[in-house]
């Protein structure tokens, strides 16, 4: 149906704050790593509408959205959005959110590793 457009749409809007956080010079961890989400959230946007087009649920014509025909339909569709597209949505957030946790994680033990390092050369010497 159309629940491709809720990840669509926070892929939009991720994409614009990615870009405004860039101009301001804003440099936070989370920022930096933004380009994972927009990837994951365009590329299952992606896959999914093609998957729709494919099964014929989305076509050239008006009202492109065979199940906005009608307004029993559309409804269906709505909710469909507000269940499983937001559903999607929250999970890949949330995925990348642990993605980007771990990745600092990894950052921090690797830098306080090389310290260690160091002060230990240091006393060698």
């Not at 629940?3 to 939009?12: Q, S």
């Not at 509408?49 to 014929?56: I, K, L, R, S």
């Amino acid at each position: 149906m159309a629940c491709f457009l809720v990840p669509t749409g926070e892929a939009i809007v991720t994409t614009v704050i990615k870009a405004v956080a860039d101009k301001k010079g804003i440099d936070s961890p989370f920022i930096k790593r933004m380009n994972w989400l927009n990837n994951m959230l365009w590329g299952g946007s992606a896959l999914l509408a093609f998957e729709h087009v494919w099964h014929g649920e989305v076509t050239p014509w008006f009202p492109f959205l065979t199940n906005a025909a009608t307004p029993e339909q559309a409804s269906e569709m709505l909710h469909e959005m507000a269940t499983n597209g937001i559903a999607m949505a929250v999970l890949v957030t949330l995925a990348w959110v642990a993605m980007v946790c771990i990745s600092i994680s990894i950052s921090k033990k690797s830098i306080t590793a090389n310290k260690s390092e160091v002060i230990s050369e240091k006393k060698e010497a």
